[in-house]
């Protein structure tokens, strides 16, 4: 703990402040935050902490270490909820309830024009096929790609039992782009209808638009109008005798009624989300329930960060702010306690997001049931929480006893690597703490500049590129470094550390034995030399595997995308005067890239629209 060379002088800076509301923010001697808090009245709130007796011993704690605020001064409490969501959420104060939700969440993109940018066949007024013919797709990440998103879903899940539902109901595309533009027959989507197959043009771009239209109306609540689009669409081809295609939107709009009926919830019939909040040994879990038009989305719990906090009201009023600052906020929140500032906190979150919104503490008939359904979730999630967080700890004292360490490790780092022969090496280091993986931590490295398939100089780069931050003074060391491989990638880590001057580190190799069988590894000791084997039964053993393998499978995603990354930007596309149809055309004629490679000067101009000089050209960008 900090103790500020002079103490703190709270109630002098007290008679300073205003009685307006705001934010004020605690710092230590070192100038780390400590915590940030919201107030109606600035002067009252800040005072309550100098001017009281008695205080909790957290915040008794906290304020012993205080060597300076700041105050930014608003004009509302709701203003000052969103500015207090926005500090903790961006700079986790050590004091503070943290929502540790890392992960992006997931969408379905329909697919667009990308703003700003055009293709060279748009700037010659020829639309590009793959935005006429919209896709639509999973999606993670940033929304910066075109078209429009829909969400956040609460898991993965439910975005694939929905992106399920619009295939069957509208048949719209969901294959990539590169493949698209090159198919010479439909697919076996368009066999099973579940594309229109407009990649051949089976399908034109009006009645695919329609289709789109549906599929955006259904996917933002509007199911009713699609109906109503759909039977007019049905009466009008009777009218025009067009009894087949008549009969083909009669079983779509069969499909969509049947839709609705399987998915909505009775009781849920607006936009809403139930919160629950359960805590046990210093664990907090709140499990929340998704509703959207009517039908269930399914549920995702979260386990905020408490810093000694116990009050289940503030606990929910935290994550609500945080939560909500960068998502859309349905019109109902059904909470299992009723925030203090729950007025003010629905007043922010009705401004931010354009329309009223509700938190309910008190309800009945349906909203009661799923209120207390959320709050099983919450305790069941906590309870497998409490149980897997005892298991991880007896992992780790096994693994301290093995190793001979006098303390448990509160930080490992484990490094791998992952190549297909040398081709788009990736290194990876994932981190594990007390409670498991903290994958905020993880770092992934694209390796350059070695000989292809040196797993030693990659990992030589990586441990150099992720330790010469701690030389630096950002970051902090390992209490434990593993490293998957034998002695020579170990030594690699030895060597490394020792040229930056942060050894002191205990480093341990995981090689696989023999029969590469999991919990068979050996465990090799740098500087002794000495190797272990825990064998399959051992606790030490499955904390390491989970360790090992988190790494494996961190590297191995990265080389995955760097790989398809490379591979979709294709050379062709460097070489001048190979357009899109022209790149399509070689790619159909030889089979694809190697066939290109392989091919001579007379066999590239057999391809339509490519004359000598081109086919030269393309010759000389692959053999130089």
Do not use: W
């Not at 639309?127 to 078209?147: N, Q, S, Y």
């Not at 898991?155 to 533009?181: M, P």
């Not at 109503?228 to 709009?253: P, W, Y």
């Not at 009050?311 to 994550?319: E, P, R, T, V, Y």
């Amino acid at each position: 703990m900090n103790t500020p060379a002079t103490a703190f002088d709270g109630k002098a800076f007290v008679r300073t402040l205003s009685s307006a509301p705001g934010v004020y923010r605690m710092f230590d001697a070192d100038d780390v935050l400590l915590y940030v808090g919201k107030a109606s009245n600035l002067k009252k709130r800040v005072g309550s902490y100098f001017l009281k007796p008695r205080l909790e011993p957290r915040i008794t704690s906290m304020i012993g270490q205080i060597a300076r605020m700041e105050t930014t001064v608003v004009r509302t409490e709701a203003e000052a909820l969103l500015l207090e969501a926005q500090l903790i959420k961006s700079l986790k104060p050590r004091y503070n309830i943290v929502l540790r939700d890392d992960k992006s969440y997931p969408y379905i993109h329909l697919t667009g024009a990308k703003p700003g940018v055009r293709s060279r066949r748009e700037a010659e007024g020829e639309a590009e096929l793959t935005v006429r013919f919209p896709r639509l797709e999973f999606h993670r990440g940033a929304r910066d790609g075109g078209g429009r998103y829909f969400g956040p879903f609460p898991s993965a899940g439910a975005v694939r039992e929905s992106l399920d539902l619009i295939q069957k109901l509208f048949r719209l595309r969901n294959c990539a782009d590169s493949y698209f533009r090159n198919r010479s027959r439909p697919c076996l989507q368009y066999q099973i209808q579940r594309c229109t197959a407009p990649c051949v043009g089976f399908v034109d771009e009006v009645a695919y638009g329609q289709q789109v239209r549906h599929a955006e109306l259904f996917l933002d609540g509007k199911a009713e109008a699609v109906m109503q689009e759909l039977v007019a669409q049905m009466e009008r081809a009777s009218a025009e005798l067009a009894f087949e295609r008549a009969a083909a939107i009669r079983d779509q709009i069969a499909a969509v009624k049947r839709v609705q009926a399987h998915h909505y919830v009775q009781g849920a019939t607006t936009d809403m989300d139930v919160i629950a909040c359960a805590l046990e040994g210093g664990i907090a879990c709140v499990s929340v329930l998704f509703f959207r038009n009517g039908i269930g989305l399914g549920s995702h719990d979260f386990f905020p960060r408490l810093a000694g906090s116990s009050d289940l009201a503030a606990i929910l009023a935290s994550f609500i702010a945080q939560y909500y600052l960068d998502r859309p906020v349905p019109s109902e929140l059904i909470v299992s306690s009723a925030p203090e500032e729950a007025p003010a906190l629905a007043a922010a979150l009705a401004g931010r997001s354009g329309h009223g919104v509700e938190i309910k503490h008190a309800v009945r008939n349906e909203r009661a049931r799923f209120l207390d359904l959320a709050r099983r979730n919450a305790q069941a999630a906590l309870a497998a929480r409490l149980a897997s967080k005892q298991t991880l700890l007896a992992r780790f004292e096994a693994l301290r006893e093995l190793l001979g360490m006098d303390e448990l490790p509160q930080r490992i780092e484990c490094f791998d690597i992952s190549h297909t022969m040398g081709e788009a090496t990736v290194a990876s280091c994932v981190v594990f703490g007390a409670e498991g993986p903290e994958k905020s931590q993880y770092r992934r490295f694209n390796i350059s500049g070695i000989t292809p398939g040196d797993d030693y100089a990659a990992m030589h780069q990586a441990l150099q590129r992720r330790y010469k931050r701690v030389q630096a003074g950002e970051g902090k060391l390992p209490d434990l470094l593993l490293i998957d491989g034998g002695a020579g990638q170990v030594q690699q880590a030895v060597d490394v550390l020792n040229e930056l001057g942060v050894g002191g580190v205990p480093i341990v190799g995981v090689a696989k034995g023999p029969a590469r069988r999991a919990g068979d590894e050996t465990l090799i000791l740098a500087g002794s030399g000495k190797t272990l084997v825990p064998g399959p039964e051992s606790p030490a053993s499955h904390l390491i595997q989970a360790v090992r393998d988190e790494a494996h499978r961190f590297a191995i995603t990265g080389h995955r995308g760097r790989r398809e990354k490379a591979r979709e930007t294709s050379s062709l596309e460097e070489i001048s005067g190979v357009g899109a149809r022209r790149r399509a055309a070689l790619l159909k004629h030889f089979g694809g890239l190697g066939g290109i490679t392989r091919a001579g000067v007379e066999e590239l101009m057999q391809v339509e629209g490519i004359n000598r000089q081109l086919a030269e050209r393309i010759y000389g960008a692959f053999h130089g």
